[in-house]
């Protein structure tokens, strides 16, 4: 009898949990662990309610701790590999012996480091690399990409150049990804008169936009 009576309980309460579960799609029922199955989701740039989260990783005072900022050590899906030199003289010269990961840039890539440069650089360098850019005059000291120093400059110390800063220029690695600086880069070597003893650059380089 008292088997019975169990069985029937149990199954009462499992057409019960069934009708109520499937009673709208829209609304299941009662879920196992409702955070798990629904997280909480934030904008990264959202304002945060300072009553909740907070900034200070140091003063925490039992809040949320949350800074915008990616997790240590990630990178960014297609991102190349991390600029590990530092910020100062030594980082500086040592910079010279980094290689360009990139190898020569498709016809897309090419007319994008263009469109790139012409964006960000133009301004001050020129279109062409000549330091007569709209706000050369007002800045003063602009890189003139075509004088031997520049052309005998290696891509790695450029590089160092445009993600750090250098004299008057800040830096611009926010503005760009590092893939972006380094095909900047095989822009400007399309901007400068060849070297002695350097080979020609390949056809796949596009040509100056000058507009």
């Avoid at 989260?53 to 990616?70: C, H, L, R």
């Avoid at 297609?78 to 990961?101: C, H, I, R």
């Avoid at 760009?176 to 822009?187: G, T, V």
Wanted: with cysteine; net charge positive.
């Amino acid at each position: 009898m008292k088997r019975t009576t169990y069985f029937t309980a149990v199954l009462i309460t499992a057409l019960i949990v069934t009708v109520s579960s499937c009673d709208n799609k829209r609304q299941p029922g009662k879920i196992y662990m409702p955070d798990m199955a629904y997280s909480r989701a934030y904008e990264t740039y959202a304002e945060r309610n300072d009553s909740v989260f907070t900034m200070d990783a140091d003063n925490k005072g039992g809040k949320i701790f949350y800074n915008n900022v990616p997790v240590a050590g990630t990178i960014k899906r297609g991102e190349l590999f991390p600029y590990t030199l530092p910020n100062d003289s030594n980082g500086y010269k040592m910079s010279a012996n980094v290689q360009n990961p990139l190898g020569p840039l498709s016809h897309a890539d090419s007319l994008e480091a263009s469109r790139l440069f012409n964006i960000n650089c133009a301004i001050c360098h020129g279109a062409k690399g000549t330091a007569n850019g709209p706000l050369s005059a007002k800045i003063g000291a602009i890189a003139n990409f075509t004088l031997p120093m520049y052309v005998a400059m290696t891509d790695g110390t450029m590089f160092h150049s445009i993600n750090y800063g250098k004299n008057n220029m800040g830096s611009y690695a926010s503005q760009l990804d590092r893939k972006q600086r380094w095909m900047i880069i095989k822009y400007i070597r399309t901007l400068q008169p060849k070297a002695a003893g350097t080979t020609a650059v390949a056809d796949s380089v596009a040509k100056p936009i000058v507009k």
